[in-house]
């Protein structure tokens, strides 16, 4: 039996992924994982590629892993070896570089390595016309489980290239996500976070286009067994006034979204290519602010996209300022190749992008800090996680509304109990479980 260890780089999405990877290897068979420090005979890298720094640090994962154990196999998967498998082909160590269009077949593919050959299985993105449904039962964290259940992406933002690296959206049928849901809780999984590229294209592809998102929520929500439900990223257009109704109606439905907003200048939207106006942004905020009383509201931006000025940036921070945003995730724009950004004039420079971000960052403490100071007093549902540490076991947990709670040292079994916010000290937030009646 053969041992393998995984490193993946990225998003939730590449995590997922990498999970589907290990499960189709057991049910392969011939397989033992162990974990990444370890020695193994095979190491499997998922790549992200969604910034040049993303591919330079899988690259250097690359290098130090042939360095540190030059006997064992590299296999390379993800974003960046279905974008550019000539260059990881280069790398010392890769044995084996696996597509999207081609991780269906990754276990058989990998028992199979001849030795000392490279294989570059890369087909062409279009061949990616199916979602690849494994049943997946075991996950990285031990209290809350992912749920992938769409993949690929129609758009056509002119800043990224997942439809050219994850291929077309394509949705997982409604049955299988809810034999999944099903046998994680039974599994002792406590919160389910559903997730995909494009999370509110789901079931636009499936026959009738009838399993749409909303309706899926409500499904999973019914589930008795569940104790928690969270949504990953979602884009603005996504956000129905039914999705919106669900979350503030049902206590299982976590208080939080995250929505990428990119910019909030129209001019740069329209050069993005983004489907919606800083208008209609602020307007959907209003909204679920309106609905759901101190719910959690993340979003993403992009500092100094080519052309961006100094008044477009000033309008995207004062539009931040001003929302109910409770963080914001800053990053400094990167031409990705075979995007269509990469061909357009009016790059910022270097300096000037970094200077953005790191006043979105600030700007962020800001309002995280601000987001925990109305909640001391409070009394919240948290998911409950023991950690073990050198100076014993510690206690600490999330809030529905996506705020860190730490309880100090203990232990628990997983699960959402209510907790009293007892004091903010730097930034943390400090609570104690309340006592139940008996």
């Not at 758009?155 to 291929?167: A, D, H, K, L, N």
């Not at 009293?420 to 930034?427: A, E, K, T």
């Amino acid at each position: 039996m053969k041992s393998v260890a995984f490193c993946t780089f990225g998003c939730r999405l590449n995590q997922y992924d990498t999970e589907t990877i290990r499960t189709l290897l057991d049910e392969y068979g011939g397989w033992r994982s162990v974990p990444f420090r370890e020695a193994a005979d095979v190491y499997v890298v998922n790549t992200c590629s969604v910034t040049a720094r993303a591919d330079a640090t899988c690259r250097k994962a690359i290098r130090r892993i042939h360095t540190e154990q030059p006997d064992s196999a590299i296999v390379v998967t993800g974003c960046y070896a279905q974008r550019a498998p000539q260059e990881l082909a280069e790398l010392p160590g890769v044995r084996l570089i696996v597509g999207a269009a081609d991780r269906g077949h990754i276990a058989a593919k990998m028992s199979h390595m001849p030795q000392g050959d490279l294989e570059i299985a890369v087909s062409p993105i279009a061949e990616a016309s199916e979602f690849v449904d494994v049943a997946i039962t075991e996950m990285m964290e031990h209290s809350r489980a992912f749920v992938k259940v769409q993949e690929g992406c129609n758009e056509s933002c002119s800043f990224c290239i997942v439809p050219q690296t994850r291929g077309v959206s394509r949705s997982r049928k409604r049955d299988s996500v809810l034999a999944q849901v099903h046998e994680l809780l039974a599994s002792g999984y406590v919160e389910i976070v559903l997730t995909g590229v494009h999370l509110g294209d789901y079931g636009l592809d499936l026959p009738g286009n009838r399993h749409m998102l909303a309706e899926l929520v409500r499904d999973i929500l019914a589930i008795p067994q569940l104790q928690r439900f969270r949504l990953s990223s979602i884009e603005p257009a996504s956000i129905t006034d039914e999705l919106i109704e669900l979350m503030a109606g049902h206590d299982k439905f976590a208080r939080h979204f995250h929505i990428p907003l990119q910019s909030a200048s129209n001019a740069v939207l329209s050069r993005m290519k983004r489907r919606y106006t800083a208008e209609q942004f602020s307007q959907l905020i209003g909204r679920i602010s309106a609905a759901i009383p101190d719910c959690g509201i993340g979003t993403d931006v992009i500092c100094g996209f080519p052309g961006e000025t100094d008044e477009h940036f000033q309008e995207t921070f004062d539009c931040l300022a001003q929302l109910p945003i409770t963080y914001v995730h800053p990053f400094t724009y990167s031409v990705r190749p075979g995007s269509e950004a990469q061909g357009y004039g009016d790059q910022i420079p270097g300096e000037v992008k970094k200077r953005r971000t790191r006043s979105l960052k600030r700007l962020t403490r800001d309002k995280q800090q601000a987001f925990r100071e109305r909640h001391v007093g409070s009394t919240l549902p948290v998911l409950l996680e023991t950690s073990r540490r050198d100076d014993g076991s510690h206690l600490a947990g999330w809030t529905d509304n996506y705020l860190r709670v730490e309880l100090g040292e203990g232990e628990a079994e997983s699960g959402v109990e209510d907790v009293h916010i007892v004091s903010l000290h730097g930034d943390q937030l400090l609570g104690r479980r309340v006592l139940k009646d008996v």
